[in-house]
């Protein structure tokens, strides 16, 4: 069973950083990709951060220049850096890890609990 653990959430005030990190365990046999989304109070769900097999990456507009995403693969992690935070930055963050596991050779989206980033002065 692969289990995704995030850390470093919290509150921080405007203009402030935080990095987040999510690191998976279990039987993995290959990580296809990883990504970040978040969760704004009232709202939907929303792609902030990928970052694809061969490296590419891609961001959400608004957090384009202030957020970087990266990788380890031999870590089984993904961070998510986040500088010059706003106020419409809070939300619940959730990273999400494209996972082939040994013993079913399909690869399957897994998912961490969500952490929650407050930006507040």
């Known amino acids: 069973q692969v289990q995704l653990v995030e850390s470093g959430g919290g509150l921080v005030q405007p203009g402030g950083s935080l990095t987040l990190s999510c690191t998976a365990s279990g039987r993995i046999f290959s990580i296809n990709g990883m990504g970040w989304y978040r969760q704004p109070p009232g709202q939907q769900r929303e792609l902030v951060a990928g970052?694809?097999?061969?490296?590419?990456?891609n961001y959400a507009d608004s957090v384009k220049g202030r957020f970087t995403i990266s990788g380890d693969n031999a870590k089984n992690t993904v961070t998510l850096q986040m500088n010059s935070l706003k106020p419409e930055d809070t939300a619940v963050y959730y990273c999400?890890?494209?996972?082939?596991?040994?013993?079913?050779?399909?690869?399957?989206?897994?998912w961490g609990q969500g952490i929650q980033v407050t930006v507040s002065s």
């Open positions: 999400v890890l494209a996972i082939v596991e040994y013993e079913t050779a399909y690869e399957n989206d897994y």
């Open positions: 970052l694809h097999r061969y490296g590419d990456t």
